[in-house]
T-cell receptor, first 112, second 115 residues
Framework: DAGVIQSPRHEVTEMGQEVTLRCKPI?????LFWYRQTMMRGLELLIY????????DSGMPEDRFSAKMPNASFSTLKIQPSEPRDSAVYFC??????????FGPGTRLTVL | AQKITQTQPGMFVQEKEAVTLDCTYDTSDQSYGLFWYKQPSSGEMIFLIY??????QNATEGRYSLNFQKARKSANLVISASQLGDSAMYFC????????????FGAGTTVTVRA
């Protein structure tokens, strides 16, 4: 079975550019989570969806970040404009209800 | 709010020996789930083991077992018969079951297995 799929795996961009990260959750999972991992702050939950509806976006750092889930098999996390402090590894995870969250391979974002 | 504490930033273990990674948590919820994830140097987050707060028996998954002491609010991971491939960062995480499913993570423990 396919796990959580994320693209791109690596992204290097310049400050001020728009960045879009993509995620395909495991089929049948009704929860989708976006996390960010940095050395300074560890793993932080940014936002999560249930049945494509955003439930809690309190972890989104600021208005430059936005996330959408147009259907059960696709979600995006967008940063516009990007800043060097946004450099991190961004993980997408999915779960079926309260069951275990399974993580994608992550997107390593570098903003120059 | 939940708080997860992993006090061991790094550990060394000899191949074939067992290692215990400490995790304590703080929550006011009665129902919650505890998880351990492994993050090797390649970066992916791999689920290892789960323990529910109402589970009476400690969880086991192959060489992984969870030493759950509810009264002490601890959920230590035991890796038996360590292998070189066990070298990685290990994260303890928790989610309340009462009203949301957000995972809160500890800072992690780096394990290095020596041959």
């Amino acid at each position: 079975d396919a796990g959580v799929i994320q693209s791109p795996r690596h992204e290097v961009t310049e400050m001020g550019q728009e960045v879009t990260l993509r995620c395909k959750p495991i089929s049948g999972h009704d929860y989708l989570f976006w996390y960010r991992q940095t050395m300074m702050r560890g793993l932080e939950l940014l936002i999560y969806f249930n049945n494509n509806v955003p439930i809690d976006d309190s972890g989104m750092p600021e208005d430059r970040f936005s996330a959408k889930m147009p259907n059960a098999s696709f979600s995006t996390l967008k940063i516009q404009p990007s800043e060097p402090r946004d450099s991190a590894v961004y993980f997408c995870a999915s779960s079926h209800g309260t069951d275990t969250q399974y993580f994608g391979p992550g997107t390593r974002l570098t903003v120059l | 709010a939940q708080k997860i504490t992993q006090t061991q930033p790094g550990m060394f273990v000899q191949e074939k020996e067992a290692v215990t990674l400490d995790c304590t948590y703080d929550t006011s919820d009665q129902s919650y789930g505890l998880f351990w994830y492994k993050q090797p140097s390649s970066g992916e987050m791999i689920f290892l083991i789960y323990q529910g707060s109402y589970d009476e028996q400690n969880a086991t998954e192959g060489r992984y077992s969870l030493n759950f002491q509810k009264a002490r609010k601890s959920a230590n991971l035991v890796i038996s018969a360590s292998q070189l491939g066990d070298s990685a960062m290990y994260f303890c995480a928790m989610t309340p079951r009462s009203n949301d499913y957000k995972l809160s993570f500890g800072a992690g423990t780096t394990v290095t297995v020596r041959a």
